[in-house]
């Protein structure tokens, strides 16, 4: 379901896990096979719908490719550091926060500190307020505004007309505070008055942290009134009272080319500063490019160099595009402290990603048709065909209702789990650290239909968007088309399922099937791929980067 939960599996508690729960069948599968690698064309068991699969196999493997050959055990260099232990993350971050008590807070924050429950209470560390960089703060006299971006929809099923829509977060559930917006044009000495029509709330109140106090994401919409309808302002303000001189000035962001291109991926602040998957990056950049996806935008929280690395050369071929971002407000942006909060505090953490995911939205929604919200190890992929175009140019059709497109289209989900590949060996003539190209045992079942599905939005419909749906959208309600199974597939590439699946993840378990679909991209994934490493210097300095240029 997300990136920040994929990342732990690959530390002790993953192989805790391993060694618990799987030992035994491990044994027992290692015990049938004692190979370490496997023929391509061998009958692995437990492959329930082998047959099927096998023929597309044999396709395949014919054109396996022998200049890729050489670079089958090459090791690139990824950095191995073990993931850090709480203690040893809290003790970095002291490193790094010289100015903060984490140390001695962590000794006792089981303990309530202070005379008793009212009076002079130790705070949390995690609520003391830090500054920040990149929003902008309205106190009112009734909450808290954070705000981050402000965007001018002009989009034909919007029934308010052209309306400004400013983005961020508000310490209120429900707020009632009445604010205005001052809008400024071009050319015009003073702004254009109008009170803000909706704090359209970005969440549903049963997924939690529904509290008065704590920052939940809003979308503001601001109408721009007759007179001024086919003019763009150029910024807006918010105010509590119409001549207050706001703490906040937003710049209205609007690009729109003459025509729209198809694909663009938006993808959630990333949060891997220890843990290094530039590699795995690597792969999922040159494949999701070669599926059709013009540009796959980027937040950017705090990474590892490695991932940086990875994310500056294709920002430098137009592949990527990275925003620095970070959390509203006071919330917790030191270096590594910000992941152990995040950790820590789960639902913060979804009410803070939604917001990234609605800035990539409005951006972009006159560039491209179609945006999907895919974490790093998410992939759409088509069952038939190579392309998500190819995809869309039938399912469009299929999802077609009175002659209308749906909000969004969607794919349901299916694991291809760490723990059921290695069992049975590496496929020789795919290199080690192609990790999609390698993992090709899945689960049996897909997850439910609409759980943990991922959409191409519609950028014509969609109001307001959250990882696996839009909560809302222009026009009504917002429909849903879900893709079968047949025509495409959510592959998600886990160290392990979900925790809240874990009962069900067994059954899944027990059930895998072999699935090479990804294998229809497997010679040109691993020339980009590892011609990519190779320029990047992941395979020593046999090919220094100025020789590559
Ligand atoms: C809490 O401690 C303060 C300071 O000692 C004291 O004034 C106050 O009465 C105490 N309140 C309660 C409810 O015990
Ligand atoms: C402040 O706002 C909340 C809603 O977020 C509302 O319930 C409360 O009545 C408001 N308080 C005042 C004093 O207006
Ligand atoms: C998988 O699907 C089969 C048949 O569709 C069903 O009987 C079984 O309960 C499913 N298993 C899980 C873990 O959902
Ligand atoms: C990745 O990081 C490790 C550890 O910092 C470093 O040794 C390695 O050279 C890096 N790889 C590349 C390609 O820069």
Redesign the pocket.
């Known amino acids: 379901m997300n990136i920040y939960t994929w990342g732990k599996g690959f530390g002790g508690r993953f192989l805790t896990k391993i060694c618990g729960l799987f030992l035994l069948w491990i044994i027992a599968v290692l015990a049938i096979f004692q190979l370490r690698t496997i023929p391509l064309d061998v009958n692995v068991p437990h492959l329930n719908s082998r047959y099927l699969l096998q023929k597309r196999l044999d396709l395949l493997t014919k054109h396996a490719d022998s200049s890729t050959t050489e670079s089958i055990d090459l090791e690139p260099f990824v950095d191995k550091s073990p993931s850090l232990s709480e203690d040893k993350l809290v003790e970095e971050i002291q490193y790094r926060m010289p100015n903060i008590p984490i140390v001695y807070w962590n000794q006792n924050k089981n303990k309530p500190m202070g005379?008793?429950?009212?009076?002079?209470l130790f705070p949390s560390m995690f609520d003391l307020e830090y500054n920040n960089i990149y929003w902008q703060t309205l106190r009112t006299s009734n909450g808290t505004f954070q705000l981050l971006g402000a965007y001018l929809d002009v989009r034909p099923n919007n029934r308010l007309g052209p309306t400004v829509r400013i983005l961020g977060m508000i310490d209120r559930i429900e707020p009632t505070v009445t604010t205005y917006c001052q809008l400024w044009f071009d050319k015009r000495k003073e702004p254009v008055v109008v009170k803000t029509f909706e704090y359209k709330y970005i969440w549903y109140k049963k997924w939690g942290n529904y509290k008065q106090g704590i920052y939940q994401p809003y979308l503001i919409a601001c109408p721009i009134p007759s007179p001024f309808k086919d003019k763009i302002p150029q910024s807006v303000s918010v105010v509590e009272k119409f001549c207050d001189t706001s703490t906040t000035n937003l710049r209205v962001i609007y690009n729109k080319p003459e025509e729209k291109k198809d694909f663009a991926v938006c993808v959630k602040g990333l949060d891997f500063l220890h843990e290094d998957l530039s590699v795995r990056l690597v792969e999922w950049i040159e494949l999701l490019n070669l599926l059709g996806a013009d540009k796959i935008f980027f937040y950017e929280l705090q990474v590892h160099p490695n991932i940086s690395k990875v994310l500056k050369h294709y920002q430098k071929e137009g592949k990527v595009d990275v925003t620095p971002i970070n959390l509203a407000g006071g919330q917790p942006n030191g270096p590594a402290f910000q992941h152990l909060y995040l950790t820590k505090k789960t639902n913060h953490k979804r009410q803070n990603e939604v917001v990234p995911y609605n800035d990539c939205f409005y951006k972009h929604m006159y560039e491209y048709k179609y945006i999907a919200l895919l974490d790093i190890d998410e992939v759409i992929m088509p069952v038939e065909g190579t392309s998500w175009k190819g995809l869309m140019d039938k399912v469009v059709r299929k999802g077609l209702k009175n002659n209308e497109e749906p909000a969004s289209y969607n794919v349901r989900n299916v694991y291809f789990l760490d723990d059921l590949l290695h069992d049975h060996g590496w496929f020789k003539d795919i290199p080690k650290y192609m990790h999609m190209l390698q993992h090709v045992y899945r689960t049996k079942n897909f997850t439910k239909p609409g759980q943990y599905v991922k959409c191409f939005h519609n950028t014509e419909r969609v109001l307001v968007l959250h990882n696996h749906f839009p909560l809302a959208c222009l026009g009504g309600a917002c429909r849903s088309y879900a893709i079968e199974t047949s025509d495409a597939q959510m592959h998600h590439y886990r160290a392990d399922c979900v925790k809240t699946l874990s009962k069900a993840c067994n059954d899944f378990k027990k059930n895998s099937v072999m699935d090479t679909t990804v294998w229809k991209f497997k010679d040109p994934l691993i020339q980009r791929a590892t011609t990519t490493l190779r320029t990047l210097g992941y395979f020593g300095t046999g090919k220094k980067l100025d020789e590559v240029r």
């Open positions: 005379f008793n429950n009212t009076c002079a």
